[in-house]
């Protein structure tokens, strides 16, 4: 059984940095897309950030783009979203997310694995 468990959330003062942790147990993330959404009350789930299924390619959403950061440690099977200069904007709920599929990990309709979420809370 494929579980992501994600770490890491909590309250921030805008202009501070989190780093969120995805640890994936029952399937490796060396050979699967892995990603990070968000949804914020009231919105629809939106993507932030995709490692490629290699580790070769990053991609983000222009509004996190410069300040967050994907990246994973294979040994530890755990994909990492280095968050900084937080924004009350950035405030929602963090999925880790996993794709089987070899495209890119970009709308939710991809994703074949979710974690459970993790709340995090700018404030400014």
């Known amino acids: 059984q494929v579980q992501l468990v994600e770490s890491g959330g909590g309250l921030v003062q805008a202009g501070g940095s989190l780093r969120l942790a995805c640890e994936a147990s029952?399937?490796?993330?060396?050979?699967?897309?892995m990603g990070w959404f968000r949804q914020a009350p009231g919105k629809e789930r939106e993507f932030v950030a995709t490692i490629s299924w290699n580790g070769y390619v990053t991609y983000y959403a222009d509004s996190v783009r410069g300040r967050f950061t994907i990246s994973r440690d294979t040994a530890k099977n755990t994909v990492y979203l280095q968050m900084n200069d937080l924004k009350p904007e950035d405030t929602a709920v963090y999925y880790c997310a996993l794709g089987l599929q070899r495209i890119g990990l970009i709308t939710t309709s991809r994703v074949d694995y979710w974690g459970k979420g993790t709340l995090i809370t700018v404030s400014s």
């Open positions: 029952g399937r490796t993330i060396s050979n699967v897309n």
